[in-house]
């Protein structure tokens, strides 16, 4: 089992994250296990992601502590979609799928090496 990933001081990581699918329809979450959420996302049989086969991450962002990831979370659900589009294309402009290593870590786009 892979170990969850921590900050220097030993915390838990958190993620908000934006999924979509090959229409390019957004999702955002937040999880502390980036790698099993998705998982869950790609396998999933009931709600909003499954009903639109959202498997694609696209855009992440990390952070120390719960709130703050819940807060962010927020705050983009609340961006108009071409703000949304922005921040995706900001870091990831061919909306390539990002890889979630399994050892925890997590790398930009694999067709970007």
């Known amino acids: 089992m892979a170990r969850k990933p921590r900050t220097m001081s030993g915390r838990r990581t958190y993620f908000t994250y934006i999924l979509s699918n090959k229409n390019r329809r957004l999702y955002i979450g937040m999880t502390n296990d ?12 009931r709600g909003f992601a499954a009903s639109y086969k959202m498997t694609r991450l696209v855009y992440y962002e990390t952070f120390a502590g719960p709130n703050a990831a819940l807060e962010r979370e927020r705050t983009l659900k609340k961006w108009r979609r071409e703000k949304k589009i922005k921040l995706i294309e900001s870091v ?5 799928e990002l890889v979630v290593q399994e050892e925890g870590g997590i790398s930009r786009p694999a ?3």
């Not at 099993?36 to 396998?43: L, V």
């Not at 990831?92 to 390539?96: H, I, K």
């Open 92 to 96: 990831n402009p061919m909306w390539d």
């Open 111 to 113: 067709d970007s090496k």
């Open 34 to 45: 980036l790698n099993s959420r998705i998982g869950e996302h790609q396998t999933g049989k």
